[in-house]
C-alpha cells in the first residue's frame, strides 16, 4: 500500500523556519521524482519544488534562494527545509511521488499545514 506521511508544519513567524519531512511506503522510493506542492485557500495547488530520481532540483520562482529540497533514499523520505517564510507562504503542503519509467503515480500525501502569521 502507497503511502505518503507529511509532517514538520506549524505555525511559525514571519522570517522563521520550517523543515517538513514526508516518508514513503509502499514504492521503490529511489526510482521516484519527488515533488513538494502547496495549495492555498481559493488558490491552485501549485509546486514549490521537485528533487528527480537523479538528484536533479527545481524552485518555483517563490521558492528559489529560501526553500531547499533534498531526498534520503536510504530513508525513503523527503525533506523540505524553508527559511525566511512568509505570510504568502502559508498554505497546506503536500508530498507527492511521480515515475516516469516506468510510469507510476502519481501519489499523493495528505499534506501539512504551514501557517505564517505573527
Known amino acids: 500500500q502507497v503511502q505518503l506521511v507529511e509532517s514538520g508544519g506549524g505555525l511559525v513567524q514571519p522570517g522563521g523556519s520550517l523543515r517538513l519531512s514526508c516518508a514513503a511506503s509502499g514504492f521503490v522510493f529511489g526510482i521516484y521524482d519527488m515533488r513538494w506542492f502547496r495549495q492555498a485557500p481559493g488558490k491552485q495547488r501549485e509546486l514549490v519544488a521537485l528533487i528527480t530520481r537523479d538528484s536533479i532540483i527545481n524552485y518555483a520562482e517563490s521558492a528559489k534562494g529560501r526553500f531547499t529540497i533534498s531526498r534520503d533514499n536510504a530513508k525513503n523520505t523527503v525533506y523540505l527545509q524553508m527559511t525566511s517564510l512568509k505570510p504568502e507562504d502559508t498554505a497546506v503542503y503536500l508530498c507527492?511521488?511521480?515515475?516516469?519509467?516506468?510510469?507510476?503515480?502519481?501519489?499523493w500525501g495528505q499534506g501539512t499545514q504551514v501557517t505564517v502569521s505573527s
Open positions: 507527492s511521488a511521480l515515475c516516469y519509467m516506468p510510469a507510476r503515480g502519481p501519489y
